[in-house]
């Protein structure tokens, strides 16, 4: 298994060089600063326990608080939480949250569990890390198979631990139990506004964009969505079982209800899956992300593409809302080619800006309307992309992502040394 930690911390150094960032800075910024690990205990239906691996890696704190999501998927090892961890790292600092970056995750296929068992993972995940986090020290959210129910469990079994309320110890929550309206569509959300500034500046229509969205989770099924009514043309559309393609667009609405069939109430997994939208045609992952396409989403899991099947993207621009979707030497072959990627340290943060919002809230004690909410995404994220987009077309044969990097790896780098460095201490610098 090739470690995606290992890539995003190449990744880091290059882009970091790239940038002018002092050495030092990159290497403090090489290690998580620690990583809990425990065995979860679960009492399964059955009456049997059962054990599941769970991690918690507060990667810097240089910032603010660590923040970041828990995800509960077959694929979760340490090598990945602190993968996740870093990217948002640097996700904090590119939109200026006054946070560090962190993540969570549980090895398990939460569709094999019952509601129960789930409910007691949840629970299980927040007795052990519950003296690791808080709402001052680590602010845990949503990723993936993880949603607004899981984070209620975990924010009631906190304040049973804890014994007084702590609304603010995690973000994504039901909005009756302290969770900020416009939440849960956020990810989604966000990553449409910065595909609609890079439409304006790129001075194109949305009916002349065809688009394929790789995974149909929260996140793909937003930004799907919000496209969709934009006027966008969804051409194909997958999720963890398939994929479909209907080159005279597919209806984001019909596909959603096909996939929710089975699905009796929203913390429940889908049984059903977008291949069950029997009149269009099906595709496999792998051609889905081929086709020929304006706008590729890429809104699954990290290494989508590769350095295996770069050569097979035919799309012009691609939005990242998956974290990590591009491995680092495929994101070098699609830059030297062209294609026009918004990384997902921009395209997806969404998520935790309006995080960002609902902790605010919290503290405050007073909620914000949905549109309030809407109107400080937008702002949030405007800023940010024209900031990349002029860092972009200022500097010579740079991407988004080097200039997201550049932008998150400064404001580090200023903290970082305002500690005092080598150079610093040496009397060779001020
Ligand atoms: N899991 C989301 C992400 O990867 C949201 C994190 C958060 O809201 O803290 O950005």
Excluded at 29 to 57: E, H, I, K, N, W
Excluded at 155 to 165: A, G, N, P
Excluded at 267 to 288: A, G, M
Aim: with cysteine.
């Amino acid at each position: 298994m090739p470690s995606v930690f290992h890539d995003a911390r190449e990744r880091l150094k290059s882009l970091g060089k790239l940038s002018g960032i002092s050495a030092t800075v990159i290497e403090s910024l090489s290690r998580p600063r620690s990583t809990l690990c425990s065995s979860l205990p679960v009492l399964m239906d059955d009456g049997s326990t059962q054990y599941f691996d769970a991690y918690r890696c507060q990667y810097s704190s240089h910032l603010g608080p660590c923040k970041g999501g828990i995800r509960f998927h077959p694929n979760v090892s340490q090598d990945e939480v602190q993968a996740l961890a870093l990217w948002m790292t640097i996700k904090c600092a590119v939109v200026d949250l006054p946070f560090g970056g962190g993540k969570g995750g549980v090895n398990v296929d939460p569709k094999t569990l019952s509601r129960m068992e789930l409910e007691r993972l949840s629970r299980s995940y927040m007795r052990a890390m519950a003296d690791f986090i808080g709402p001052d020290k680590d602010i845990p959210a949503p990723d993936v198979y993880t949603n607004a129910r899981i984070m209620g469990w975990m924010r009631d079994e906190f304040e049973v631990i804890k014994r007084h309320k702590q609304p603010a110890v995690i973000t994504g929550k039901p909005v009756n139990l302290g969770g900020s309206l416009g939440r849960e569509e956020a990810t989604g959300r966000g990553a449409f506004l910065v595909t609609e500034f890079l439409r304006s500046k790129e001075g194109k229509a949305p009916e002349d964009i065809r688009v394929a969205v790789q995974g149909f989770g929260n996140a793909g099924y937003n930004v799907a969505k919000l496209l969709f009514d934009a006027g966008y043309k969804i051409i194909a559309i997958s999720d963890s079982k398939g994929a479909i393609c209907d080159a005279a667009g597919l209806d984001v609405d019909k596909v959603k209800s096909f996939k929710d069939k089975d699905r009796s109430f929203d913390s429940d997994y889908c049984k059903s899956s977008v291949c069950e939208s029997e009149t269009h045609k099906s595709i496999s992952h792998e051609e889905l992300l081929a086709l020929d396409v304006e706008l590729l989403v890429p809104a699954a899991l990290e290494n989508a593409i590769t350095i295996k099947n770069v050569n097979n993207i035919k799309a012009k621009w691609i939005t990242e809302v998956a974290n990590g979707p591009i491995s680092a030497a495929a994101d070098e072959i699609l830059h030297a080619r062209g294609t026009v990627i918004i990384p997902d340290v921009l395209a997806n943060s969404g998520g935790v800006i309006v995080s960002y919002f609902e902790w605010v809230q919290n503290k405050a004690g007073y909620p914000w309307s949905l549109d309030e909410v809407r109107t400080r995404l937008q702002a949030v994220l405007k800023m940010s992309f024209d900031e990349m987009w002029q860092y972009q077309h200022q500097s010579e044969n740079t991407s988004l992502r080097t200039a997201a990097y550049a932008k998150a790896l400064s404001k580090l780098e200023q903290v970082i040394k305002m500690r005092g460095t080598k150079e610093y201490f040496a009397n060779t610098e001020n």
